[in-house]
């Protein structure tokens, strides 16, 4: 394929031809040919593989040096590293085909392809953009400054675009210097923009305006032969791959052959049909041959074209110093200075002080980079620096007599000169006054000229003074030295007294100060307001009492009030006056609360006075009560409870609201007439829900909420049908049923009434019919519980009262020991027998009373026993004495146990507890008296004793 199109022809058909012309063409290199660049390497060989090149015409690098082919057949762009490693591909899917690409400074690959159209990719290779440009063919394209520049090989135009695609210019042929017949490959750099003419055998040169600079025609001496591709490095150095040519060249930033190399042939350094080209900074230099490769050589070094720049102020008397930076580092650097056109070297350092003698003169330092050995070559640079000169220092301060205080009329004004730093034969030849302008220059008067001092008039109020000193000295600048005042200059005048609308002030009421500003300067205002307290000879401030009104609170209450003016007038000092307004006294409420009684008023309910605004809102209140607008004694709190007397009458309330500092308000509410009142007692209930005969019942009625003057009624009485039939004379809290009661129920009629108050009546029933009582607690004793033959026996009962109509009913009975008892004898008291001896008597007490529960209790007492004695006989027996022992009193069964001294005999008793029982005995009882001991045992323990002592005297 062909990279352009001309005169209407298919762009293949006019590539197959350049490219056919290339293989026909060959201009050899001239006898004197400059160096040729170093071939370093062979890279991206067409082929089949990923890094392999095919149909590129055009390179580009980025910042790091890495190089970018267009593949106009793959549609794609290649990125290898500077040493010709393949890293990626950019643009596939995206590009129909490629033409030419461009880096610009943020990394963003720009490529044109068929179609009008140039598409941009990021760093990373993501599609940014795509547009369509008004080209037919945009062949090749740079990017610089911001900008695009594209060829169009069809029409030999160049256009400039913005990176959105927008058209900035476009440049066309129009014949005359810097015309083209072609235009393919593009460069831009530092301002300006390089065509490589195809056809017409040249570089040629604009800037960005598409003005033409130059053109660069010749290589090594002879014609240049089918420029395609140009590159330029930051030393202007322009590389140009020749299409018909012997391969490539670098020409210097004036068109001048640096170096030219290559010929026909597929060897290194040799091209078929060199049609790309690269130079970068370091004199890397990379060629691309169509279809087969391509190639880097590198350049001799040699330092960058460089301009020194000079520090310093010029001044005689001022070091000048002198920087220079070029690539490569140099060796070493040379310095010298000469003085105007002079060729004596005044100095060779990077240092040079110029004298007063020079003054006007033209300083001129030549800068040589040097190399190792001549390599690179040295390289110089010139700069200039004209003369001027030198400075004097000199310095003044203004001085106040009043310093506290800006410039005043009658204050004087001196300036005191620092003239040390004078050079000698210096002199101050002016001195003037004036004022300073509005871009804060000095404008002096001639009748200020010779004083160092300045009288402060009215006629400087407003503005600020200043004073020029001149100083003069041979070589030096004319030398003017100003001070100024800190300050505007201003005037003073007194303040009008103020007035008040309000000569006795009070406590809430607000006081108006104004100011007659008539006779105060022009433009005078009042920019100050101060209210206070009088204070001897001062006005005390009240804080955040600073407008023309003030309300005077309860603080200031008793006080004397003032206020102090402060007014402002252009160009004059503040003038403040203060005026003593008066004693503040006591105020009206701004505003007296509204008082009303809410709702219904009835006897016996509590209402309360509503109170509602009011100014000031924090005053107290005191309370009355009025009945028909009589006072009622004592009601004084803000509740009030209506008695049931009350009712029918006019109820209202007055308050009186107190606040410090105002008068008292005095407000009344409309009246409220008080209606019937409603009874509130809680409901009573019976103190039991069963009644007992003679136990009292009652019903308790609480009236600790009721009026104080109400009552309570009872009316018991028992109930019949719907009926309470009253029980005459019950009519108290409490009622006792009666035995004729029993089984009937009872009920009470009780009311409250009140004065005032609609009365509360109600029937009480309890649950239960009215039950038998239970008598009181009582208790029966037996006369004793251990009978013996012959006692009598009685229950008496103990207890209480008893009720009307009780009686006491005593039965008595036997029983043998741990039998049942059944009593069956009715008797008062009860005999023992010895009948009735080792048995045991029981006795059942019943007391019985109308309407009562009967109440009985049995008693049982112990075995009856006899009364314990013994007897005894004697007889003699075979020279034995026999006693006869004869006792009773035992219980039945019980042991027993005789003894007399030493001798003693045992048995048991019999039923009736008695013992007969003879007892022998030795003589030698004969001459004594002895005791017989009876005694009764019940067990191994003796439970029952009984001594019996028989004295008997022996014979």
Same mark, same amino acid.
Request: charged share 20%; net charge negative.
């Given at each position: ?26 201009? !050899? ?29 055009? #390179? ?24 010709? =490693?393949?890293?990626? &591909? ?56 911001? +900008? ?125 049909? @060199? ?22 050589? %590198? #350049? ?7 301009? @020194? ?19 490569? %580092? ?13 060729? %004596? ?15 006007? =003169? ?101 503005? /600020? ?31 009008? /007294? ?5 000569? %006795? ?19 005078? *205002? ?10 001897? =000879? ?16 309860? !603080?200031? $209450? ?17 003038? /403040? ?13 701004? *505003? ?13 309910? *509590?209402? /309360? ?17 009025? #009945? ?25 309330? &007055? ?103 609609? @009365? ?33 026996? &009685? ?7 008893? @009720? ?95 003894? $007399? ?10 039923? +009736? ?29 003796? &439970? ?12």
């Amino acid at each position: 394929m062909s990279p352009a199109r001309r005169a209407g022809r298919p762009l293949a058909a006019v590539l197959a031809l350049v490219i056919a012309l290339a293989g026909l063409v060959s201009v !050899a290199a001239p006898a004197q040919a400059a160096d040729e660049a170093t071939y370093v390497r062979t890279f991206a060989a067409a082929g089949s593989g990923e890094g392999a090149t095919g149909s590129s015409y055009a #390179l580009a690098q980025d910042a790091d040096g890495r190089i970018y082919t267009a593949e106009l057949s793959a549609g794609v762009v290649k990125l290898y590293s500077a040493e010709g =490693e393949f890293l990626r &591909t950019i643009g596939q899917g995206h590009l129909s085909s490629a033409y030419g690409a461009a880096v610009d400074a943020a990394g963003n690959v720009h490529v044109t392809e068929s179609g009008g159209r140039i598409s941009t990719f990021d760093p990373n290779g993501t599609l940014i953009s795509s547009f369509r440009v008004d080209a037919s063919i945009p062949f090749q394209i740079a990017a610089s400054g911001g +900008h695009l520049f594209v060829t169009d090989v069809d029409t030999g135009r160049v256009l400039k675009l913005t990176p959105q695609g927008e058209q900035v210019s476009t440049w066309e042929n129009v014949g005359g210097p810097g015309q083209r017949a072609s235009a393919f490959g593009i460069a831009a750099r530092d301002g300006y923009v390089y065509v490589a003419d195809l056809h017409g055998g040249a570089i040629r040169k604009y800037d960005t305006n598409g003005t033409h600079v130059a053109d660069f025609t010749q290589v090594s001496g002879r014609a240049m032969a089918g420029p395609y591709g140009v590159s330029v490095d930051s030393a202007g150095r322009i590389a140009v791959a020749e299409l018909y040519g012997p391969g490539a060249a670098v020409l210097d930033p004036q068109g001048r052959t640096l170096v030219a190399w290559g010929s026909r042939g597929t060897g290194a350094g040799q091209f078929q049909q @060199p049609t790309g080209i690269s130079l970068d900074d370091t004199g890397r230099v990379y060629v691309a041959d169509f279809q087969r490769n391509i190639q880097q050589f %590198e #350049l001799e070094p040699t330092f960058k074209a460089f301009t @020194p720049t000079i520090q310093g102020s010029g001044r005689a008397g001022d070091e000048l110093s002198v920087t220079a930076a070029t690539t490569p %580092e140099p060796a070493s650097w040379t310095y010298a200075w000469t003085v105007g056109g002079s060729d %004596e070297v005044r100095s060779t350092a990077a240092t040079f002080t110029p004298t007063l003698a020079d003054v006007g =003169e033209f300083v001129t330092v030549t800068v040589t980079a040097k190399g190792v050995d001549g390599e690179p070559a040295d390289r110089s640079g010139v700069a200039q620096q004209q003369v001027l000169p030198a400075l004097m220092t000199a310095g003044a301060t203004l001085t106040d007599s009043t310093p506290t205080t800006p410039p005043t009329s009658g204050d004087v004004l001196t300036v005191v000169p620092d003239e040390s730093r004078i050079p000698e034969g210096g002199r101050r030849v002016q001195t003037r006054w004036g004022h300073l302008d509005d871009e804060q220059e000095c404008v002096t008067r001639d009748d200020f000229d010779g004083s160092v001092t300045y009288d402060v008039s009215n006629a400087d109020a407003g503005r /600020t003074i200043c004073v020029s000193l001149m100083y003069l000295a041979t070589g030096y600048d004319t030398l003017v030295v100003g001070a100024a005042a800190s300050d505007l200059a201003v005037g003073a005048f007194t303040a009008p /007294t103020p007035m008040t609308d309000v000569q %006795e002030p009070r406590v809430g009421e607000t006081v108006t100060a104004t100011v007659d500003l008539d006779d105060a300067p022009e433009g005078a *205002e009042v920019t100050a307001w101060q209210w206070g307290l009088v204070d001897g =000879e001062d006005c005390a401030v009240i804080e955040g009492a600073d407008e023309a009104a003030f309300t005077p609170e309860v !603080a200031e $209450l008793e006080k004397s009030l003032c206020v102090t003016v402060t007014v402002s007038a252009p160009h004059h000092a503040d003038a /403040t006056t203060t005026h003593a307004v008066g004693e503040v006294g006591a105020g009206d409420f701004a *505003e007296s609360p509204a008082v009303s009684i809410p709702g219904w008023v009835e006897a016996g309910v *509590e209402t /309360t006075a509503t109170v509602t605004g009011g100014d000031p809102a924090d005053a107290e209140r005191a309370y009355q009560w009025n #009945l028909d607008g009589e006072p009622i004694d004592g009601a004084t709190q803000a509740a009030f409870t209506p008695k049931g007397a009350h009712r029918g009458h006019e109820l209202s309330v &007055t308050v009186t609201s107190s606040a410090r500092g105002f008068v008292d308000d005095v407000t009344t509410s409309d009246a409220v007439e008080v209606g019937v009142g409603t009874l509130r007692v809680p409901s009573p209930q019976p103190s039991s829900d069963r009644p007992r005969v003679g136990e009292p019942i009652s019903l308790p009625i609480d009236l600790s909420e009721a009026p104080e003057e109400a009552a309570a009624h009872w009316q018991w009485g028992v109930a019949a049908d719907e009926d309470c039939v009253a029980i005459s004379g019950a009519t108290s809290a409490s009622f006792t049923p009666t035995a004729d009661l029993v089984g009937k129920t009872l009920c009470v009629e009780a009311g409250v009434t009140a004065e005032g108050y609609e @009365p509360l009546t109600g029937v009480f029933v309890p649950e239960h019919a009215v039950v038998r009582g239970t008598l009181p607690a009582m208790r029966a004793i037996l006369s004793t519980r251990t009978p013996k033959v012959g006692t009598t026996l &009685t229950a008496p009962v103990m207890a209480g009262v008893l @009720p009307e109509g009780a009686s006491t009913t005593t039965t008595w009975g036997l029983a043998q020991a741990g039998k049942d008892c059944r009593p069956v004898t009715k008797a008062g008291s009860y005999r023992v027998t010895s009948a009735m001896a080792g048995r045991e008597v029981c006795v059942r007490v019943t007391v019985t009373a109308p309407g009562y529960v009967e109440w009985s209790t049995t008693l049982r007492t112990g075995r009856v026993t006899e009364i314990a004695k013994a007897s005894t006989s004697r007889t003699v027996v075979r020279d034995r004495e026999v006693f006869t022992v004869r006792a009773q009193g035992l219980a039945p069964g019980q042991r027993y146990r005789i003894s $007399l001294r030493h001798q003693m005999v045992t048995g048991k008793a019999d039923s +009736h507890g008695r013992v007969v029982r003879k007892v022998r005995y030795g003589r030698g009882l004969k001459s004594a008296k002895r005791t017989i001991v009876v005694r009764g045992f019940d067990g191994a323990k003796v &439970t029952y004793l009984k001594k019996i002592r028989v004295t008997h005297r022996v014979r």
